[in-house]
Nanobody, 125 residues
Framework: QLQLVESGGGSVQPGGSLRLSCAASGFILEDYAIGWFRQAPGKEREGVSC?????RYSESVRGRFTISRDNAKNTVYLQMNILKPEDTAVYYC?????????????????????WGQGTQVTVSS
């Protein structure tokens, strides 16, 4: 069973930073392509970033967010800098069904397993 747990969310002011964690249990995360997604109130879930042997970012976060992987900790991170109010959302991580990190995966999320509880990020002054 592919289980991922998100953490690290919180409330910050515009311009602030947060680092989200996506911890895997029951499988070796390094063997899979992992994506970060977010869903704001009243909006559809959207892809933010993904990592496999490469990385991809949505246009809205490129240059501000960085995805990385710590294989020793079986964890994927999303470092979020220069946060904006429009980044406010619940953030989720998931295993990508295709096994490929690409722009199309971010545009049309297709993941293995069910979505976790996510972690809330609120950017407000």
């Amino acid at each position: 069973q592919l289980q991922l747990v998100e953490s690290g969310g919180g409330s910050v002011q515009p311009g602030g930073s947060l680092r989200l964690s996506c911890a895997a249990s029951g499988f070796i995360l390094e063997d899979y392509a992992i994506g970060w997604f977010r869903q704001a109130p009243g909006k559809e879930r959207e892809g933010v970033s993904c990592i496999a042997t490469n990385t991809r970012y949505s246009e809205s976060v490129r240059g501000r967010f960085t995805i990385s992987r710590d294989n020793a900790k079986n964890t994927v991170y999303l470092q979020m800098n220069i946060l904006k109010p429009e980044d406010t959302a619940v953030y989720y991580c998931a295993v990508l069904r295709s096994g490929i990190c690409s722009n199309s995966v971010l545009d049309r999320p297709n993941v293995l397993g069910s979505w976790g509880q996510g972690t809330q990020v609120t950017v407000s002054s």
